[in-house]
């Protein structure tokens, strides 16, 4: 295994962290070696021990982080001196290293939490923290405490597109709900190793699910809203495999709460409830592979570089698959057996059909994201388009919102079936707003009017006391949310025009007036300031220390019935290029005339170089030198522009030659005339976008408030909820 640990002359205090992880490693074994012996007072200390521990390697991390510590090869590739605090903590888990030790570090506190507040039993306790020690392995072998082979004195800081708000909660959400649904993984093996079958293990597995589905749905939704407001991205969703490797055991986990609730009064379920917890767990070592082994590398703007570890982590989602498999293979004789359909009339018939349904569109979303791999088995790597997700899952999801309305309506077993007459109007009034929102294809209008049938449908059942309150949050938000994807999807349109400083345009019903750039004291953001029906907004872009862009986000605009997306075009403002050649003077822009005198290097320090070079510059009366320079680095050099005869316009130097006897120069307007210049500009339509984002509040309110509800009877709670 390649974990190397050295130590450096004054840099012991470095292995806090290393000693920390350490512990985790040991204390989490003698948890499992103290319930091997029956041991049960000795296990929970070990555990409790190795959640403290964990803190312990977190906060060296931090420490490290916020005292600007170079000497880590993390902090150096993550964090620098003026990086804002917000960043410095998202910079934890900015980087492949430091998220494995978050998600290490949740999982952790949580099987310390189980021992406080679970009644799971000893073969769980021994599965949790067995796996407990297979994540402390994984962040050894990828350490965050990794020493720096040479020292970048004030960092190389964090890439700007993770320079957002959203970054400081998305990640440790999504590890949240992976280390959560862990814990079904746990009971699902206890109740085969040691647990009679009696339903008891149910209720607690279901409420764990529950609260994992929410932070993982929870997890997804923060990104597509991350996505939404960055531009490159493909909007909140563009079915980027890294994207797709959350959904794929979120939606196995909404398989697993739905089959818990059919095993409470059908027991020959409960195969089928165990398969959906192993394979969910599977499912986040599995993508979890496919985003750190650099497989996707070239199929996704998310996933990580290529390293070793990818190996490491097949062989932990091998070592979950077989023995979650395996367990359930041998013990598949003591699986009650009995009817798990029922009638076609019955909920639970109608349950078992969507979540069939589901598991198809998961195998589609699988071998979409998948591609990459498979293809290269066979030959050239390829990716899928975008394209064969929205094929082949569409007419699935028009089919399952169906099952969704007419599933919650229906008795559990025998009874009347909830026939309100509004369901209908209100499943009319969905196909017509998709209508009236420009979709013209069949399918997405199906869509839109069946996401608002099971919306109104999960009303209706609550209103007849036969959905509880979380079903009704999660089932409207989900039917709620197929109808705003056709409207802000299907629905949505897109122009490009040109916009020229405060000149009102008439864009689908609004007046868009472009107010001119404006630029950031700091030098490192620029933003286009837009006027849309007289409210302001503004698309912001933040720029590398050489001046190109680095990341962009669009002017939103929040209207009524949907926003407006106005995403700037980057251009050239330059004004034109010179080579300059020793004590030699050549005309450049608007006359002025430049002479290259002299070059200077400075070291300063971490391998990096700054190179300025003295240009005098004359309009036949006025001399004035200018210094411009790059800051050479190992991995190239960054420039900023410097202004010229009293800010009349701007020169960058972007190269040297070997000889020094040589150098170029980019020529650009003044500030306030590339101000002025007019703008290029996408203007989209969003409508129905805000149903979207409150939509998923909804779901995840959803599950949060049925695991809170849940009652703690025999055979796992109470089958309203869902």
Not at 300 to 319: E, K, M, T
Not at 703 to 718: E, H, N
Request: hydrophobic share 50%.
């Amino acid at each position: 295994m390649p974990v190397e640990v050295r130590v450096a002359e004054g840099q012991g205090h470095r292995m806090i962290g290393t000693v920390f992880l350490g512990a985790v490693l040991l204390f989490s074994l003698g948890a499992v070696v103290c319930e091997l012996q029956e041991k049960r007072s000795e296990g929970d200390i070990c555990a409790y021990l190795a959640g403290v521990a964990s803190l312990g390697a977190a906060a060296a991390l931090f420490a490290a982080i916020l005292t600007d510590d170079f000497g880590y090869a993390y902090v150096v590739s993550y964090s620098s001196i003026e990086l804002p605090l917000l960043y410095k903590i998202s910079a934890f888990w900015a980087g492949q290293q430091g998220s494995f030790l978050l998600w290490l570090v949740i999982h952790a506190l949580v099987g310390a939490l189980l021992v406080r507040r679970s009644a799971m039993g000893r073969a769980g306790r021994i599965v949790y923290q067995l796996l407990t020690a297979l994540l402390v392995f994984l962040v050894l072998i990828k350490s965050p405490f990794a020493y720096a082979e040479t020292i970048v004195p004030d960092g190389n800081g964090m890439n700007p597109l993770l320079q957002d708000p959203w970054m400081a909660v998305h990640p440790p959400i999504i590890f949240m709900g992976y280390a959560l649904l862990a814990v079904p993984f746990a009971y699902a093996l206890e109740s085969m190793i040691a647990a009679p079958l009696d339903g008891k293990f149910l209720a607690p597995m279901r409420r764990w699910a529950l609260v994992a589905w929410a932070f993982l749905g929870a997890g997804i939704f923060i990104g597509g809203y991350w996505a939404y407001k960055v531009l490159g991205w493909g909007g909140y969703w563009g079915w980027d495999p890294v994207e797709n490797s959350s959904l794929v055991p979120w939606l196995l986990s909404c398989v697993l709460i739905h089959l818990i609730s059919v095993a409470r009064a059908r027991r020959g379920a409960y195969y089928l409830v165990h398969l959906a917890a192993i394979f969910s767990y599977a499912f986040v070592l599995y993508g979890t592979f496919l985003t750190r082994s650099g497989i996707l590398g070239d199929f996704s703007v998310h996933s990580f570089a290529g390293s070793d570890i990818g190996f490491y982590i097949a062989i932990a989602n091998g070592l979950v698959l077989l023995a979650g498999l395996g367990i359930l293979a041998a013990r598949i004789e003591r699986l009650p057996k009995g009817d798990v359909y029922g009638t076609h009339k019955s909920r639970a018939f109608f349950t078992l059909l969507g979540m069939l349904l589901i598991v198809f569109i998961t195998a589609v979303v699988f071998f979409g994201m998948s591609m990459p791999l498979i293809s290269g088995l066979i030959g050239e790597s390829a990716a899928v388009d975008t394209s064969y997700y929205v094929r082949t899952s569409l007419p699935i999801a028009v089919v399952l919102a169906l099952l969704m309305g007419f599933g919650v309506l229906l008795p559990h077993a025998e009874g009347r079936v909830v026939r309100p007459v509004w369901i209908f109007v209100v499943t009319v009034l969905g196909g017509i707003a998709a209508g009236l929102a420009g979709v013209t294809e069949i399918a997405p209008i199906f869509l839109a009017a069946f996401g608002s049938f099971a919306a109104a449908a999960a009303v209706a059942a609550f209103l007849s006391r036969r959905l509880g309150g979380g079903g009704l949050l999660a089932h409207a938000g989900a039917g709620l949310a197929l109808l705003a994807f056709v409207l802000s999807g299907s629905g949505s349109q897109t122009t490009t025009v040109t916009l020229t400083p405060d000149e009102p345009q008439e864009l689908y019903g609004h007046t868009v007036v472009y107010r001119g750039q404006a630029f950031a004291e700091s030098g490192k953001e620029k933003s286009y300031r837009y006027e849309v029906d007289g409210a302001a907004c503004e698309a912001v872009t933040k720029l590398r220390a050489n001046g190109e862009d680095a990341a962009r986000e669009p002017a939103i605009a929040r209207t009524l019935l949907g926003d407006i997306y106005i995403a700037p075009t980057p251009t050239s403002a330059e004004r034109g290029e010179m080579i300059l050649h020793r004590n030699q003077t050549a005309m450049g822009v608007d006359d002025y005339a430049f002479r290259f005198e002299n070059i200077a290097y400075e070291p300063q320090g971490g391998g990096k170089t700054l190179v300025t070079a003295d240009v005098a510059v004359t309009d036949g009366e006025t001399v004035e030198t200018a210094q411009p320079s790059i800051l050479a680095t190992e991995r190239g050099g960054t420039s900023q522009p410097v202004e010229v005869m009293g800010g009349k316009f701007r020169i960058r130097l972007t190269g040297v030659s070997g000889d020094d006897r040589d150098i170029r120069l980019e020529l650009l307007p003044s500030v306030d005339e590339e101000a002025a210049l007019p703008v290029a500009a996408s203007v989209s339509t969003k409508p129905g976008i805000s149903l979207l984002w409150l939509a998923c509040v909804l779901v995840v309110l959803g599950g949060l408030t049925a695991a809170r509800r849940m009652p703690q009877g025999k055979g796992g709670g109470s089958e309203r909820e869902f």
